[in-house]
């Protein structure tokens, strides 16, 4: 498995404005993903972030409202941009450990409300 | 169709009794299989991989695959208050989605004293 920290841990927001949420691993992974969780809901994937290549977005989400970075093999950051109340949410970064046969490992997470 | 499905609950058992949550996928080619389970508050932490056909035992907990029907199960034995939790069933597709895991809704389970 993987030790995964987030900062901050939650954030309370005014719309407009943004916020950059890190993901910092114990060990280098390749993969790293970062989902978003609304109250009561399933995961959904924001956007895979391999380091050395662009992120990729999934459907829904677009790269000007949730730029990624992902500058070495430990950490990346998620920005949500131009916030809005719709925004609120629980943001999560999850990890695939080398030699891991797909299981991801997730955050503690990032409970953004914005208001 | 969705990529996977979970019976949406939620499912209430008596402390002791085995628990069973369902979970069905649709894209044929999948390869591994998780399954979550979150407490209120707190982040996913995987309780259970399988990825070949049958039956895997971990302590009180048996993942069960089935890949000719597509469908996956956990089963929890001696269900105990603290499985009270939402269980997450993830798929890994493979191929060009490397890496890509696919959540279901989750299913929510109450064990009552």
């Known amino acids: 498995s993987a030790v995964i920290s987030q900062k901050p841990s939650r954030d309370i927001c005014q719309r407009g404005t943004s916020l950059t949420i890190q993901c910092q691993v114990d060990s280098q992974v390749t993969m790293m993903f970062w989902y978003r969780q609304q109250p009561g809901q399933s995961l959904t994937l924001i956007a895979t972030a391999n380091q050395g290549s662009e992120a990729t977005y999934e459907s829904g989400f677009v790269i000007d409202k949730f730029p990624i970075s992902r500058p070495n093999l430990t950490f990346s950051t998620l920005t949500v941009s131009n916030m809005s109340p719709e925004d609120s949410s629980i943001y999560l970064c999850s990890v695939t450990p080398g030699g891991a046969r797909g299981e991801q490992y997730f955050g503690p997470g990032t409970r953004l409300t914005v208001t | 169709q969705k990529e996977v499905e979970q019976n949406s609950g939620p499912l209430s058992v008596p402390e002791g009794a085995i628990a069973s949550l369902n979970c069905t996928y649709s894209d044929r080619g999948s390869q591994s299989f998780f399954w979550y389970r979150q407490y209120s508050g707190k982040s996913p932490e995987l309780i259970m991989s399988?990825?070949?056909?049958g039956d895997k035992e971990d302590g009180r907990f048996t993942a069960q695959l089935n890949k000719a029907s597509q469908y996956v199960s956990l089963l929890i034995r001696d269900s105990q208050p603290s499985d009270s939790a939402t269980y997450l069933c993830a798929v890994n597709r493979g191929g060009s989605t490397l890496g890509r895991l696919y959540f279901g809704r989750g299913t929510q389970l109450t064990v009552w004293p």
């Open positions: 399988i990825y070949s056909n």
